[in-house]
């Protein structure tokens, strides 16, 4: 059975890190592009950060310059380091497999998600 299962998530105060990790079984991660998704209270679900099965990384402009998203292939896991976050990072993340990783396009086999709270 393919799934993807996210970790990671939790209580932090403003201008604090986390990293979130999505990790697979029953297929490796490296040969799809994967994405990170969030949705908050209310909200539309987002498009957070994306990458290529070759690497090649794509980022919401609201996230560019705090986030970075990369590939642990040993562990066959997509991770998501998020520094400096507001308030307005709050909401629950999701990873999935994604088709068109440059606009998010055609996300599927979602996991359950993490709760990332940002707050003082």
């Known amino acids: 059975q393919l799934q993807l299962v996210e970790s990671g998530g939790g209580l932090v105060q403003p201008g604090g890190s986390l990293r979130l990790s999505c990790a697979a079984s029953g297929f490796t991660l490296d040969s799809y592009s994967i994405g990170w998704f969030r949705q908050a209270p209310g909200k539309e679900r987002e498009g957070v950060s994306c990458?290529?099965?070759?690497?090649?990384?794509n980022y919401a402009d609201s996230v560019k310059g705090r986030v970075t998203i990369s590939r642990d292939n040993v562990k066959n896991t997509v991770n998501l380091q998020m520094n400096s976050l507001k308030p307005e990072d709050t909401a629950v993340y999701y990873c999935a497999r994604v088709l068109y990783c440059s606009d998010f396009r055609s996300p599927f086999a979602w996991g359950r998600g993490t709760q990332v709270t940002v707050s003082s």
């Open positions: 990458i290529t099965s070759g690497g090649r990384a």
